[in-house]
């Protein structure tokens, strides 16, 4: 059956979609679309498939080549990794669905590079998630990141510059990630992620384990923009293209969480990284200042963007936070919001790029009663993101700050409770600023008295917008099932 | 203590390397010298991996009498240097996207020097 | 009691929620948007009756509809506490409804569809309070209410509305997060956030500082909404919005919202015994009869017609706060049919207020002389709902207000009568000016006024008229007495508050 073979078919459709795009857009510009968004689909499609194959049948271990581990490269795909695959190609499949209209305004005449680099962008996630090899990882990790350093560049006219910080920083942290495994293979002589868990309880000396560990982390947390390696961050969203941003918003930075909980629970062990040795705690500390930093320095923010950039700073501290607690319910808090901010900053950035396609800037300012009469649902969806920064229930991002609170006070730590608390009402008001100034009329607006139409974007932008926005509440609701029926299959053991 | 600090020469100046690399990606003003710490970093690692690897009076692990294998510890561990064939692609491909951005970077404002850079954004 | 399984609280939540959605919908259609309204209320009072007459049999409606977060479900449960709070709140929304039509209209308001649909949210997340049956449910449902009142707030637009209703948000947000937090700490303490009879609590294996800790989380999470000093200052802020708001949602929804938290969390998770044991209800009680005269006092102060109705309200607010405070059954009985009494009345004042400013566009008590000639109807339902809140038989405040006494006489806290009988002193001092002002002082300048169009004037005449025959026959409509009176009887009643404790703070 072709559907074993899925742990392939997500990257390698991706990679085949770029491929394939590129010369095929150079001949008919206009194939690149339809191409790009067929590879999309099919990747789509397969992480689905391999939702479904996984809850039923349990880990899928793919062996490349069918050459046995540790020789060959291994795809593991558990349901912790289909879970991160599958928003992955769902977030990157209607981001592509909205970019063709909004490429069309930004930057007319360069969709075919942009399809490219953004197929490779999504397979180079895809592969982070699904492989089970460290080096193959890296690879990934370094085919994410430069698609990721030209969809920053293309943007505004600072944006090359703000790609360049992007890059320096990223490659640093790949080199250090890349120097980890290096010295973790020198230890264990093993590249295979399930082969280095078997032998590093085994071994009597950790000092080597201990550095490859602190250099993996460091790496990884500044390609997750953990606090306080972040500093790429908020130029590198400012300045990218709304559709470039709307990409690596949601969900480059929550691959590389996902690679820490992989590390840090799969490769090495919860009791390892927690009990013997205080990684998590570091981690969880550095989190809850981010969490409070960020918010705060979002509120200081006059552009919407490079809020919702200090917005990302700060609730890439919820997962930081969710993975340093190292009990269950943090690690169900931390992965429930990888989905949900996904689609929360989904939703929000798309939100920026209707108003950029509209207004042609994104300065708080000048937001007023006009936008959501142009914008009607536009701002609905806006709404609806907000609430659920905020922590409003129904909305998904309630619960997965209840999971938080719910581990913390588990972990009997009362700062992290507050801190969760206090950011809430923080996200409330930088949120909430924007909400007033959208629905309150000015008094001068009322003496001017024109009328202003309802002009929608295109459907192709309004559709994945509302649909992120209308998922940010349903999966809200049925968040229970998703906790219940995936999250607590891929709690690691030994996690108590 | 000396025999150690002699057996680990080559990983001392690899350390130096690094951080020659690192200092010169965060301290240099100019971009290109930026740029060429990094590679300077990247190049310490792959030396690191090809270091790690490397064996006197050993050769490359393939079963052939002609080159009189007695032992299987006279094998090289060959892993590593492939890796680095990867990691080598990886660092060109790198540079190659920071030398395009320093190309538009350098047309649009017309230096490479950060303090200037952030003097012109304003 | 048993229970048996039925959507219907279930139905009953929702149907205001697809209220709302057709209410958006035909946005350009007034009559049509109204109807939906009035549908849905008319609607949602039915199937709120209708769980009247099982309950009356001793079955308690029940239903789990989904899995809100992992091993808690959205779940409901009609208890006689929550029953009879859903019969008051969806049985005035009726009445502010066909009020609301009167007010917006009167002023051509904008904005009116905005209005409509978050008032009929704002009453489903309501119902979702009452008929929670655990601690997330009633959280989830709570915070709703409060995000959906907020547009309300802020109706007029004004600077004055936006920073009242940043405040209302800054406050009612906060307790939100603090009551959350304390939720999440029970849950992990005893695996159950389940609304029980005698407190989740008791069972629990808990220390008296994480005890009180929790006691004091939980009191200022439900209290910010039931406006206890010093957790009160948005209420009077929030008299900046359209009068059928503060009528129903200041007077009724919201703040009996919060009242009914402290009830639930004092009653249903914390427990009588475990308060009784720990002597926590002394906080409480000393803290709510602080509130009854400084709110009263501050009444007294104010000119404005509005805010002197929301003192007066905070201070009422208490009065069932005290009443559950004092672990009596009486006492709570009285407290549980304050919340009717209150609501019937002070909705009645609101409206005359809202009626008043349609009108004449006055709001300050100083500049009404004379207007009880013009509107004599009006004035009169004013006058009924100020000797009922003063306590003045034969209205239902006399009821309430007396099993409120009788309950403290029974627990012998006489510092609390004392309480009880001067703040009914206040109540009359700062009501009865107005009264005296409207139809002794007679004052030329409202001569062209008339009295407000039938929209406003029938469920003004309704309110008292329904707070005067509550008063004469408490159990004449749907048995609403008889509810209270086994909601109270369930909550064990064995509990006899020591004479020396409360002489203890009283001294």
Redesign the interface.
Known sequence: MIFEHFPILIPISLLLGAMVSAPVGIWKRKLTYPIALLASSVALFFSAIGLVYVLNTGTHHYYLGNWIPPIGIEYVVDSLSAFVVLIVNGIGFFVMIYSHKSLEREMPGKEVPFHTVALLFLAGLSGMVVTGDL?NL??FL?ISS?SA??LV?VGQ??A??A??RY??LG??G??FY??GI?FL??DTGS?NMLDNAKIIPLLSEKGLVLVSLTLIIVGIGLKMAMFPLHLWLPDAYTYAPSVGSAYLAPIATKVSAYVMIRILFAVFNPEFVSKYYNFTDVIAWLSAVGILWGSIMAIAQNDYKRMLAYSSISQIGYIGLGIGLANPLGF?GAVLHILNHALMKATLFLVNGNIFYRFGTTSIPMFDEKLRKKLPYTTAAFTIAA?SM?G???TAG??SK??L??AS??KNNWIF?IVI?LS??LN?IYF?RII?KL???KKSDITTNEDVRMNEVPISMLVPTLWFSILVIVLG?????I??YIL?LAIPSGMI | MTDYFIGHVAYYFIILL?IIG?WG?LFKRN?LK?LIG?NI??SS?IL??VV?ASKYNATVPVLNPKLKVIEPSQYINP??HT?ML??IV?SV??TG??L???I??YK??NTLDENE?LEK?K | MNSYYSLIPFYAVIVSLVGAILILISSRKPNLREFWTIGAAIIKFVLVLSLIPEFLKGNLAQCDI???????SLAFRVDGLGLFFATVASGLWIVTSFYSIGYMRGLSE?KQTRYFASFAVALSATMGVAFAANLVTF??FY??L??STY?LV?HK?TPEA?SA??KY??YT??AG??L??AI??I??LTGNVEFHVNGILKTANISSTQLTTLFILLIIGTGVKAAIIPLHSWLPSAMVAPTPVSALLHAVAVVKAGVFGVLRVVVYVLGFDLLQTSGLWKILAGFSATTIIIASLIAFTQDNLKRRLAYSTIAHLSYIVLGVALLNQTAFLGGILHLAAHATLKITLFFVAGAIYVKTHIENISEMDGIGYQMPITMGAFTIGALGLAGIPPLNGFVSKFMLINGTINSGSWMFIIIFLISGLLNAGYFFPIIYRAFFIRSGKFCTIKEASLYMLVPIMVTAGLSLLFGLFPDIFFNLYHIAQITSSEVVNKIVVNINQVLSIGL
């Open positions: 080096f890296y690879v370094e430069l350093y030209a560049s006219k600072r090359p510059v790609a360049f890059l320096m490659t640093i790949a080199s890349l120097l290096g293979y020198l590249l169900i609430l905020i409003i229930p129904p309630f619960f209840w999971y609170v719910l006070v588990d409770v608390g809430s009402l409330l909430f007033e629905y309150i009329t609701i049925f968040n229970a099932y906790v219940d607590k | 690094l690192l990606m971009l930026k990094m970093l990247q690692i690191f991996y790690s892993l590593p890796l990867t990691a990886v491909a790198t996207v920071a395009a951005l320093l538009v970077i649009r404002f850079l954004m | 989904l899995s809100i977060a992992s091993g808690i904008k959280v989830l915070e709703i409060t995000i547009p802020i637009e936006i209703g940043r948000l800054a947000l906060s997060v603090i959350i937090i999440g700490w849950y992990i």
